[in-house]
């Protein structure tokens, strides 16, 4: 297991990036829930953010993607509108434990 973040630097209703070696990751806090995907478009391969740690659309009910405007789930990372309707974010399983994120290393090689 790898520490991704402590939950006080990842509130409710916000997204953040992160960076391990060179595989790029966003998290979002929504309702209390951490969700960690691979930070990739299933539609082009290109990163998601608009800017640094801004994923979520306006409403902050969705990820989208800044290339095309594409919306994915945030619960499953399914896409509901785009280009893509259908596909998946890549998910990276993730635990809080003692107000700590921590995903498997493992399961990350596996999604790449």
């Not at 630097?9 to 969700?35: M, P, R, W």
Request: glycine share 8%.
């Amino acid at each position: 297991m790898h520490l991704l973040c402590t939950l006080d630097t990842l509130a409710e209703d916000v997204s953040k990036g992160f960076q391990l070696a060179d595989v790029s990751l966003v998290a979002v806090n929504k309702c209390g829930h951490i969700y960690v995907y691979l930070n990739q478009c299933p539609h082009r391969g290109v990163p998601l953010e608009w800017q640094p740690d801004q994923f979520l659309d306006l409403d902050k009910n969705f990820i989208q993607c800044a290339t095309h405007g594409a919306l994915f789930r945030i619960e499953d990372g399914e896409c509901i509108a785009g280009p893509c309707p259908g596909e998946m974010l890549t998910k990276i399983p993730c635990k809080v434990e003692q107000g700590e994120v921590w995903i498997n290393l493992s399961s990350l090689a596996a999604a790449i």
